[in-house]
């Protein structure tokens, strides 16, 4: 079982960036999806959840009208879109899956500043 974050980089103020994690080694179509992160300093908050087929789609009030979660069950791949993105998001981003235990992947880093 994989999951492959990649996307993450420096962004100015305002700006937007695409987050993809590529999994393998389950049935990803049946398992709802997680985007955490982790800020230097602060515990681990869970971002953006989406369901099985993309019917039920929550995100934390800190990126609710600014982040997009969207899977693509044929390519096993989890996104999360960020738009009019803030100092305040710069954190490492994690993707994970609970199989009846968690599985994360490498992290990816997100920056921004300007």
């Known amino acids: 079982v994989q999951l492959v974050e990649s996307g993450g980089g420096l962004v100015q103020p305002g700006g937007s960036l695409r987050l993809s994690c590529a999994a393998s080694?389950?049935?990803?179509?049946?398992?709802?999806m997680n985007w955490h992160r982790q800020a230097p300093g602060k515990g681990c908050e869970l971002v953006a959840t989406i369901s099985r087929f993309g019917s039920i789609r929550d995100y934390a009030d800190s990126v609710k009208g600014r982040f997009t979660i969207s899977r693509d069950n044929a390519k096993n791949t989890v996104y999360l879109q960020m738009n009019s993105l803030k100092p305040e998001d710069t954190a490492v981003y994690y993707c994970?899956?609970?199989?009846?235990?968690?599985?994360w992947g490498q992290g990816t880093q997100v920056t921004v500043s300007s």
């Open positions: 080694g389950f049935t990803f179509m049946t398992y709802a």
């Open positions: 994970n899956v609970r199989l009846g235990y968690d599985v």
